[in-house]
């Protein structure tokens, strides 16, 4: 009996769960489901913690009556942070098969393109026809991608150690391969739980804005809580433990978003990222450079500006430093390095 209710319940929940997939195709695969199911929890997160504040405060009420402009730059904030979450969480990080595909697809068109040009030229003249098949063989044996990260690395690095082991491409410096996402990322800073992504060159700039406005909604949000159980208000006990419970929640967070957003904005503005800094040993590029020299600094100001404006051209890949570079990068710093703003 409790054998076949079980199979009963199993089958009807199949049955379920396949109706929804074929309504709603995004629930088959189980990762696409525990995304939604996360990106849920955090919309409802929201709204309860903003929402009991104005259930349980009739004070903010009566300000929101009186003094409507208030309430409605904390809407128009609280609705910004879902949306930079929703942005940022649905922009690709710059995955390094794009990348490599692109730059492919556009040197085989140019190659195409010159081979076009050169065409008539060689119907009238034999010789000129067989150079351009040589050059086109010999340009074929070493992708336009190969050719252009290895001018990337010093002279004499193996491309076969620098080969991602699971896709099987060459990396570029400061790209790393992705076990969550299963690809390999450029400029790879973190796999982010949180917004279900990887955060890399493509979207590291929206994730520093969807930090920064997260702290602003928390730290609001707080100063309301306080608000209220500060108010001389008659307040029901209960409503005072919800409030102090949530209000610990939000102190929680608070301390760990400033955190992360002093953490990163280090990051941008020395131009390094979170798995260059915590794995410093053990990347292949990193080691024998001296610690608190950061070989991708470029300066304060030309950091800040490449991490704003550099994400137009997802391509940008950066060099390793030559010795002369790092040998200037470790340098320290006089009273002339500072007067001469040598930092920017
Ligand atoms: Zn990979
Ligand atoms: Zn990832």
């Not at 690395?153 to 991602?164: E, H, V």
Request: aromatic share 12%.
């Amino acid at each position: 009996m409790g054998v076949s209710c079980g199979s009963n319940f199993r089958d009807t929940w199949d049955r379920t769960s396949d109706r929804c997939s074929r309504f709603f195709p995004c629930f088959s695969d189980p990762a696409r489901r525990s995304a939604l199911t996360l990106k849920l929890a955090l919309v409802v997160l929201h709204l309860v913690l903003a929402g009991v504040i104005f259930l349980f405060d009739n004070d903010l009420i009566v300000k929101t009556k009186q003094e409507p402009w208030y309430t409605a730059i904390y809407v128009v904030l609280f609705v910004a942070t879902l949306i930079q979450y929703f942005v940022t969480s649905g922009t690709s990080p710059g995955y390094v098969f794009d990348v490599q595909r692109a730059i492919d697809e556009r040197d085989a068109a140019a190659r195409r393109a010159s081979f076009a040009s050169i065409q008539p030229a060689s119907s009238k003249n034999d010789s000129v026809s067989i150079t351009v098949d040589a050059r086109n063989y010999n340009r074929g044996n070493a992708t336009a991608w190969t050719k252009l990260v290895m001018d990337l690395y010093p002279p004499g690095t193996s491309a076969r150690n620098l080969t991602c082991p699971y896709c099987h491409f060459i990396q570029p410096p400061r790209s790393k391969h992705c076990h969550d996402c299963d690809k390999c990322v450029l400029q790879f800073d973190h796999h982010c739980v949180w917004l279900g992504t990887c955060i890399g060159q493509g979207n590291h700039c929206r994730f520093w804005w969807y930090i920064c406005e997260e702290t602003a909604l928390c730290l609001w949000t707080s100063i309301l809580y306080i608000g209220y159980l500060k108010s001389n208000i008659s307040k029901a006990w209960w409503a005072d433990i919800i409030m102090i419970l949530l209000l610990a929640t939000l102190s929680i967070s608070l301390i760990f978003l400033l955190l992360l957003l002093l953490f990163h904005s280090y990051l941008i503005m020395t131009n390094q990222t979170t798995y260059e800094l915590v794995r410093r040993r053990r990347i292949v590029y990193m080691r024998g450079i001296p610690e608190r020299v950061y070989p991708f600094h470029k300066g304060v100001c030309r950091n800040l500006y490449l991490f704003c404006f550099g994400r137009s051209s997802i391509y940008r890949m950066e060099a390793l430093p030559t010795a002369e570079e790092l040998e200037e990068k470790s340098r320290p710093y006089t009273c002339c390095d500072i007067l001469s703003c040598r930092c920017c």
